[in-house]
């Protein structure tokens, strides 16, 4: 996990938040919020979940690009905590849903593939050859 956070922290700052789960959603919600609060705007909140969208290593660097074109001072990546964070939120309006697939992973697991994956991605924007087609 630290060596692609490390990797990628060339390309990108990165800051890991690690929030206390509970089995409250809405508390989840609320201690969310404030982490995304402390951000600033503009943010890009991408929310990885079964529900979402599956990637392409190609998906996850447009997806990178993207929020560097639109000059998104930060774009988060959140992995949900065990009871997650309920359907009232995670169907708000400009939240972007990521699945990693449609297995159950755990969050250690799905932490080292996220950042991978982001990592990936921008070697493939910055043409490094990481990443082979």
């Not at 997806?63 to 169907?91: C, D, E, M, W």
């Amino acid at each position: 996990m630290d060596h692609y956070l490390m990797r990628l922290s060339h390309f990108h700052k990165v800051h890991e938040i690690e929030l206390k789960a509970s089995q409250d959603t809405v508390d989840n919600v609320i201690q969310l919020e404030k982490s995304l609060a402390k951000l600033g705007n503009p943010v890009s909140v991408n929310i990885l979940d079964e529900s979402g969208s599956n990637h392409t290593t190609k998906a996850w660097s447009e997806r990178l690009n993207q929020h560097n074109v639109q000059g998104t001072k930060s774009a988060v990546y959140v992995i949900g905590p065990a009871y997650g964070f309920g359907s009232h939120y995670l169907n708000r309006k400009g939240l972007v849903k990521i699945s990693l697939g449609s297995q159950t992973l755990p969050h250690e697991l799905a932490r080292v593939v996220l950042t991978e994956q982001l990592y990936r991605a921008a070697c493939l924007l910055q043409n490094h050859p990481y990443h082979h087609e």
